[in-house]
């Protein structure tokens, strides 16, 4: 009886052991997702990262093999809030939250594309798959917005109000002038909302 109840106990502890391995990874990749929004990921070294979850920098490689596979789920799953964020809205509503101030003046929770948007043409293959692939996702639910329009010409457009709202954020962080930074933002909202 005894030998049953450690065997018991041993299953217990390793499920509990995999639990807690699973959500310190879960804790990694979501830090990792900040951090890099907010640094790059070429400027965010690991030992910061595994600082700011709370962990030492040796314990990184229990968890992932290199630097490149952290920034592919980092990168998923950022993409994957954004997207979140966007399902179950219509056009203006995605296209006023995407191009707010709340968004700009957030940077480290704020769309990797418009975040690392210049960084990701250099990262390696499959952190670019995970790009790529966002980066329809979010298209995909775009055109679902723009019934009126066959669907080659909805994600056509989908495509082109993507490409303006990224560019937008982008420029709208990099001018100095507060108003010419909301400009960009209003201009940008108000040109793809009229066509």
Avoid at 26 to 45: L, M
Avoid at 78 to 104: K, P
Avoid at 117 to 122: I, V, W, Y
């Amino acid at each position: 009886m005894k030998v049953a109840s450690a065997a018991t106990e041993r299953s217990g502890t390793m499920r509990k052991s995999r639990q807690e391995a699973a959500e310190t990874r879960e804790r990694i990749v979501s830090v990792a997702a900040r951090e890099f929004n907010k640094s790059g990921i070429q400027s965010t070294g690991l030992a910061a990262i595994m600082e700011a979850s709370g962990l030492t920098h040796g314990g990184f490689y229990k968890h992932f093999s290199s630097k490149d596979q952290l920034a592919a789920e980092a990168l998923e799953k950022a993409l994957e809030r954004i997207h979140s964020s966007m399902e179950d809205q219509s056009l203006r509503e995605i296209v006023g939250g995407y191009l707010s101030t709340r968004h700009r003046d957030s940077t480290e929770g704020a769309c990797p594309l418009a975040a690392l948007g210049s960084e990701l043409p250099r990262v390696d293959g499959e952190t670019r798959e995970v790009a790529s692939s966002g980066l329809e996702q979010i298209v995909a639910t775009i055109a679902s917005q723009l019934r009126t329009f066959p669907s080659r010409e909805a994600k056509a457009r989908a495509q082109a109000i993507l490409a303006a709202m990224v560019g937008s954020m982008v420029l709208s962080r990099v001018v100095t002038d507060k108003a010419l930074s909301e400009s960009f933002l209003r201009d940008t909202k108000a040109f793809i909302l009229k066509h």
